[in-house]
């Protein structure tokens, strides 16, 4: 394992840039440390307010919702409101100009749709999305405005069905999208490199997605300023945020292409 450290131009390490140019398909494997450098809030991050009481991963549960629907709806109401203040980051951007010269597929763990902002058109979504929401007994999807709550609780709109409207996020406990998990799986295996970007790895079934890419071959690069559960098995790592990071590696490899 080779590990670098910082984050201009100068500092982008060679063996990166050599990945990057010779790969043909290239999976970016992004976490919750790739939206918190465009400030929205993560897990682990401190509440304030009316939140400050409340342990908020707890709320991510199947249990929560069945137990408190109105406090889980203000909760993700809340988070579809803090998502609507945030923009893109450098780091999201320069995905997607990345994806403009060769196939770059992304595979996320965010709930959020800043590598769609930010221009990225192929895009797994391994936890669900924010954005959507549906009904928890007929699954018919709904749309549902970004508001923000004044209150702990919000009643969840209902279904023509009689159902409660609920996040269209997979909570802890819950199977991923089926669907998604085998595109992301697919994409592992036929990658040439797989960028490991702002996620720590522990949250399965998608942390073994670079052990996945690299039983097929695939170099794993990982760009995170702080170590992580994937750390050990990554062939490169650039300890460096993303949102400065990518700009770099994509100036590097824009002012030498031919």
């Known amino acids: 394992m080779t590990e670098l450290a910082g984050a201009d131009i100068s500092s982008v390490p060679a063996d990166l840039l050599a990945a990057v140019r010779a790969a043909e398909r290239i999976v970016v494997f992004t976490g919750a440390g790739m939206s918190a450098e465009s400030g929205l809030p993560t897990f682990r991050d401190e509440e304030t307010g009316l939140w400050s009481r409340y342990d908020v991963s707890r709320l991510a549960t199947p249990e929560a919702w069945d137990a408190d629907p109105a406090l889980v709806w203000a909760w993700y109401q809340r988070r579809r409101f803090q998502l609507a203040a945030v923009e893109p980051n450098p780091g999201h951007r320069a995905i997607a100009a990345l994806g403009r010269h060769r196939r770059v597929d992304v595979?996320?763990?965010?709930?959020?749709?800043?590598?769609?902002?930010?221009?990225?058109?192929?895009?797994?979504?391994?936890?669900?999305?924010?954005?959507?929401?549906?009904?928890d007994t007929c699954r018919l999807p709904y749309p549902v405005?970004?508001?923000?709550?004044?209150?702990?609780?919000?009643?969840?709109?209902?279904?023509?069905?009689?159902?409660?409207?609920?996040?269209?996020?997979?909570?802890?406990?819950?199977?991923?999208?089926?669907?998604?998990?085998?595109?992301?799986?697919?994409?592992?295996?036929?990658?040439?490199?797989?960028?490991?970007?702002?996620?720590?790895?522990?949250?399965?079934?998608?942390?073994?997605?670079?052990?996945?890419?690299?039983?097929?071959?695939?170099?794993?690069?990982?760009?995170?300023?702080?170590?992580?559960?994937?750390?050990?098995?990554?062939?490169?790592?650039?300890?460096?945020?993303?949102?400065?990071?990518?700009?770099?590696?994509?100036?590097?490899?824009?002012?030498?292409?031919?």
């Open 107 to 135: 595979v996320t763990q965010n709930v959020d749709d800043l590598h769609e902002r930010g221009g990225s058109e192929r895009v797994v979504h391994l936890h669900g999305r924010l954005a959507e929401t549906f009904c």
């Open 145 to 258: 405005p970004a508001v923000d709550p004044q209150t702990e609780h919000l009643e969840p709109e209902r279904c023509v069905c009689g159902g409660r409207i609920r996040p269209g996020v997979v909570w802890f406990g819950e199977h991923l999208p089926a669907d998604e998990f085998a595109r992301a799986v697919d994409h592992a295996e036929n990658c040439d490199l797989m960028l490991v970007v702002g996620t720590s790895g522990i949250v399965y079934p998608a942390a073994g997605l670079p052990q996945v890419a690299r039983e097929h071959g695939a170099t794993v690069a990982e760009i995170n300023p702080n170590r992580t559960d994937l750390s050990e098995a990554a062939d490169l790592v650039w300890r460096a945020p993303a949102s400065t990071a990518l700009p770099a590696l994509l100036e590097v490899l824009s002012g030498t292409a031919s």
